[in-house]
């Protein structure tokens, strides 16, 4: 499957973004994801992830409940809509979709993702 994340780039602090992961090559509904950020000179850390259905979601701690991860499985499209952005949220974001073997999670790994993005930047002012 090929991963193309959308929707970055610059607001203030306070503002949102929106963020998209279109799928192509192949159906997603049947295959756990995830979003993901890497800030400079920084490890990839884990933002979200939402089950095949879309019946389960989970995010990072960090999130306190600014970020909601959704999908529509028939547009074969993944979302992150992120309100209250901070400074501190500025990175690259990265859509990811797992192997379809295993269940999803409460807090997974980079290794548990088989197929990425490229990534989209997201820039939070000050």
């Known amino acids: 499957v090929q991963l193309q994340a959308s929707g970055g780039g610059l607001v203030q602090a306070g503002g949102s973004l929106k963020l998209s992961c279109a799928a192509s090559?192949?159906?997603?509904?049947?295959?756990?994801m995830a979003w993901f950020r890497q800030a400079p000179g920084k490890e990839r850390d884990f933002v979200a992830a939402i089950s095949s259905s879309g019946f389960s979601t989970y995010y990072g701690d960090f999130v306190k409940g600014r970020f909601t991860i959704s999908r529509d499985n028939d547009k074969n499209t993944m979302y992150l809509q992120m309100n209250s952005l901070k400074p501190e949220d500025t990175a690259v974001y990265y859509c990811a979709s797992d192997y379809g073997v295993y269940g999803l999670g409460p807090m997974p790994s980079v290794s548990d993702f088989e197929s990425w993005g490229r990534g989209t930047l997201v820039t939070v002012s000050s």
């Open positions: 090559g192949r159906t997603i509904d049947t295959y756990n």
